[in-house]
């Protein structure tokens, strides 16, 4: 990675972790520790904020989208290049990183001393924080290391990387995010590199779809900009057929400023009319939950029969066994406990 890159990252509050992996504590962790709520994962499917490292194992992405909040500075690249480092270095220092980047609490009196205790054992990973953690040539010997440590791990992609999908055997979650709903936009929002970056996200939905363990397509809604075409956003979600779909606003940060207007950033109640809408064009799928603090709406599967939460002793049981964790097997109707 370039100097420049890992100093200007390091200077927004990230810690850089060997070669090519990344973590930032993530606002919500924050919150949770000061006792001001936790993030909408958490209330969907039972993620504990506190206890979450937010990272990523590849700074690079073969996007440059508008929406994003890197910047356009942030490296892009249509393969892996460079170092491979070991998936468990990548996880033991990322959660040195993690403890290390929130010391800071425990001088803190007003903060509970359980919540300090299990800040520092982590027990969910979301792999998203930039790049394309899935691209990480060691991807599936970290999810496991993770799952065998008791970590769930929640695995976001963009869909530029149809192969790196098919390669990923476990996850406890995986994410497709769908920027546009048809290829006009799609073009326009992500800048993809890849000239082929159509029938690439369509290849990645046909992979999602083939999973048996949890899935979600999550759309990042731009008032004005990509809240249109219902029909062609219900295709493609048909086509990757998800366990789960969450509308979220889209949240003007870092220099996507300079390209949107404040009245590009839906409210809530935007978010949730358009949810709506979409949810006429997908009989299948029924309205789950919302989130105000982050105007996030999840609709779900009604085959799931609204058990939308993670049996997270059930989801490591099984994939520990190098079993395949199927969706049915692992969800639960209330929050579940953390092993
Ligand atoms: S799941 Fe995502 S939003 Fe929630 S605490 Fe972890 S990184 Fe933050």
Redesign the pocket.
Known sequence: MDKNYAKSLEKQGYRVVGNHSAVKI????RN?LNGKG?????KFYG?R?HR???MTTSMSCANRCIICWRGDKAPVSKKWKGKIDNPKNILTDSIKAQINLLQGFKGNKNINKNLLIEMENPK?A?L?LIGEPITYPKINELVNLMHKKRIST?VVTNAQFPKAIKKLKSATQLYVSVDAPNKVLLKKIDKPLFPDFWQRLNKSLNELSKKKFRTCIRLTIVKGINDVDLKGYSNLIRKGNPDFIEAKAFMRLGPSRKLFVWDNMPNHEYVKNFAKRLNKYLPKYEFAAEHKP?SVVLLMKKSLKKKRFIDFEKFFEIANKNKIPETKRYSALKMAKVP
């Open positions: 993530c606002n919500w962790t949770a936790s993030c909408y994962k958490c993620i904020s979450c490292i937010q969910h979301a998203s929640f982050s």
